[in-house]
């Protein structure tokens, strides 16, 4: 039963590891905990830096750090998949930036490219479809829109339809509930500002991810 431990700690430590971070610290000499939104993610870095360095670190946190754990774990320790989270947490709350960290986006799509593509493929139909829907070219609240809906299509076919999932899936719907959870409650933070904090305050970083808009 070490995996039960060794797992966790392997997946939580591959979660910290800051790309963002350690980019603009050592390409743009800068330190992005002190600029913009204060957290480590991509969002917070893409602004200064070029379209092909955004693919390279989206590669690293998607590919590397989301679904080459993910597809290697649910084929070798599919009875650990729940063991994911600790990908998110790292991310989030890395060991090597002081428990600071990104929102977890990147990260969460890669969990869902490496349990199953198909899945991935209704999350980035959905996000296309709240994207051009709204007025504001902004991806953020597409994408939270994307994840709280992709598991009720996904239940609702799987239960009654079976067009394309079965229920087989429902797995991967408790960790989308999981994922969706954990972004939400990433956005609540903020910055860390937590001296002026309302409902309106609220409202605008779960929807739009920022404290105004």
Same mark, same amino acid.
């Given at each position: 039963? @070490? =995996? ?7 997946? /939580?430590?591959?979660? $910290? ?12 000499? #800068?330190?992005?905990?002190? =600029? ?12 200064? @830096? ?21 597809? !290697? ?29 990104? #929102? ?34 902004? $991806? ?5 829109? $994307? ?7 996904? +239940?609702?076919? $799987? ?8 229920? /087989?899936?429902?797995? =991967? !719907?408790?960790?989308? @509930? ?15 500002? +937590? ?19």
């Amino acid at each position: 039963m @070490i =995996e039960v431990i060794f797992i966790p700690v392997f997946l /939580y430590l591959i979660g $910290s590891l800051p790309t963002s971070y350690l980019f603009a610290k050592y390409f743009l000499k #800068k330190n992005i905990l002190l =600029e913009g939104t204060k957290h480590s993610g991509l969002s917070n870095i893409y602004s200064y @830096i070029t379209f092909d360095k955004v693919i390279y670190i989206l590669f690293l946190d998607v590919i590397i750090k989301g679904a080459l754990p993910s597809f !290697l774990l649910q084929i070798y320790f599919q009875d650990y998949f729940y063991f994911l989270f600790f990908l998110i947490m790292g991310h989030n709350w890395s060991i090597f930036l002081s428990f600071r960290g990104g #929102k977890g986006l990147a990260i969460s799509i890669g969990i869902i490219i490496g349990l199953s593509f198909k899945l991935f493929l209704l999350l980035l139909f959905l996000f296309l479809i709240f994207w051009a829907c709204q007025k504001f070219k902004d $991806s953020s609240l597409p994408w939270l829109l $994307s994840f709280l809906f992709t598991p009720v299509v996904l +239940y609702y076919d $799987s239960n009654y339809l079976n067009l394309f999932f079965d229920l /087989y899936y429902l797995n =991967e !719907l408790y960790i989308l @509930i999981l994922l969706l959870s954990l972004l939400i409650f990433t956005r609540t933070l903020g910055d860390r500002n +937590y001296s002026r904090i309302n409902l309106k305050t609220l409202f605008f970083r779960i929807i739009f991810d920022r404290d105004k808009i």
